[in-house]
């Protein structure tokens, strides 16, 4: 049996997504399964079976969840949307027993009200278990066992059953976590755009909880993503659980296959935080790949961890929420070792009267310049002058979404002899980078 699935991601990553689900197809499961279809702002579809539904959350780095359509129709108010949705066999995927959340995210949509629009859709789908299972399913918003999201455009409805259950960025071992943590989802798809592979130097000179770290060491190790979490799908009533546990025991061989390969990750990390760095740790050694060296040092000070030029992938603090740690010594490390000042650190002092964090990310660039030469450098920021105040010129930038925070991925290339300069004077320009 056939079905089409709509896999949602961050936005900005669609294409990586789509190239992604693409290698899930070929590597892992019979023609026909997976069938990548069109990216779109916000996701990608696809066809398959449940073989192909269930690979992509096991397999999936990138989508936040796996929706399977469930019916799609022109409506113009709520009523329409009640009748499209009482019309639906849902007792053929889930019994009264199950507890329900319905969720609406529209664009354009002509109805006042979505809070009203997604009780009537709850409404339908007891109003139908009532009749057809004879009793309706509590809504629990917070545990659900079985999730329904409708997808309002200006003239359609689209509705879907989730088969994820909790979002697909939580891996299931991540339990110590920063102040301002990458999504998982969001962190692997930028290793994708930087065109890392497995045994080039990867660092991250600011690595916090070690987002990056930890997905590129899940692709060196061929962990699926998913193997140590479970699914939505496993509640409803019409999966192939033959399927599952074939999906299930070919990821742990590749996982064991790849562990005995691996001689070393080639991944390093660092931060100026020592309680980051354990949280770090913990969460490694919670994952099962406790060998990424993990160094406490200013990121001004850092130094390439190889010989071998690689890939520098950093999310440095930003705005009002992270601050730059360090600045009193003016370019000089002085790691924190006190507990409460590391978690308060985080958070924006109130008083700036320190360096101001220009001359932190002057710094950086000049170590990037000096000392990474041969490297690539891929920096995730909300602040669109990071170019200037590295004083390097990025050789490229890609719009990236760090929830509803837009972002810009830039790129530098640090080649000998070439390194792209820019002025001082660029930092007044607030326009050139938008
Ligand atoms: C936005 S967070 C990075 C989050 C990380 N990507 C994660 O997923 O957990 C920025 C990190 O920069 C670190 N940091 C702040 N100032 C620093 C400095 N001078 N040198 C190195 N790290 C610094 C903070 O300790 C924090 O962990």
Redesign the pocket.
């Known amino acids: 049996m056939s079905f089409e699935f709509f896999a949602p991601c961050p936005r900005g990553l669609e294409t990586a997504l789509a190239a992604e689900l693409a290698e899930t197809a070929q590597r892992r499961l019979p023609p026909g399964a997976l069938e990548v279809g069109a990216d779109v702002p916000g996701g990608v579809h696809f066809r398959g079976n449940w073989a192909g539904g269930m690979a992509a959350n096991l397999h999936s780095r990138i989508a936040s969840r796996v929706l399977l359509k469930i019916a799609q129709r022109p409506y113009r108010s709520e009523q329409d949307i009640y009748a499209l949705a009482a019309e639906q066999r849902w007792e053929q995927w889930f019994t009264p027993n199950e507890t329900l959340r319905v969720d609406i995210t529209a664009i354009k949509s002509p109805l006042r009200s979505l809070e009203f629009a997604t009780l009537r859709v709850k409404d339908a789908i007891c109003d139908r278990m009532r009749s057809k299972a004879g009793a309706r399913p509590s809504v629990d918003t917070a545990y659900p066992d079985v999730r329904v999201f409708a997808f309002l455009t200006a003239s359609d409805c689209t509705l879907y059953l989730d088969t994820s259950g909790e979002p697909l960025f939580k891996r299931g071992w991540r339990l110590d976590?920063?102040?301002?943590?990458?999504r998982e989802n969001l962190?692997a798809g930028i290793l994708r755009l930087t065109g890392w592979t497995p045994g080039t130097p990867l660092y991250?000179?600011?690595?916090?909880?070690?987002?990056?770290l930890a997905e590129a060491a899940q692709v060196a190790l061929d962990i699926a993503p998913g193997l140590s979490r479970s699914f939505g799908f496993e509640r409803l009533k019409q999966v192939d659980t033959a399927a599952w546990r074939y999906l299930k025991s070919e990821a742990n061989t590749a996982r064991n296959t790849a562990q005995n390969r691996t001689s070393g990750l080639h991944i390093y990390g660092?931060?100026?935080?020592d309680v980051?760095l354990e949280r770090?740790r913990a969460n490694f050694a919670r994952a099962g790949f406790g060998n990424v060296p993990l160094k406490q040092?200013?990121?001004?000070n850092?130094t390439p961890p190889e010989d071998a030029p690689g890939i520098l992938v950093?999310?440095?603090?930003?705005g009002e929420r992270?601050?730059?740690?360090?600045?009193n010594a003016r370019g000089e490390?002085r790691p924190s070792r006190d507990r409460d000042d590391?978690e308060e650190?985080?958070r924006r002092a109130q008083t700036d009267a320190d360096a101001p964090d220009a001359e932190?990310f002057q710094a950086l660039g000049d170590a990037l310049k000096q000392r990474f030469t041969g490297w690539r450098a891929f920096v995730l920021t909300s602040d669109r002058k990071l170019p200037g105040q590295l004083r390097l010129r990025e050789s490229a930038k890609t719009p990236l979404y760090n929830g509803a925070l837009e972002c810009r991925l830039f790129r530098f290339d640090l080649i000998a002899g070439s390194v792209r300069q820019r002025p001082a004077q660029d930092n007044a320009n607030p326009g050139q980078n938008a």
């Open positions: 976590k920063g102040a301002a943590p990458l962190a991250d000179p600011m690595c916090g909880s070690g987002t990056f660092s931060d100026i935080s980051m770090a040092i200013d990121a001004r850092m950093a999310n440095p603090p930003y992270i601050e730059v740690r360090g600045r490390a590391a650190g985080f932190f």
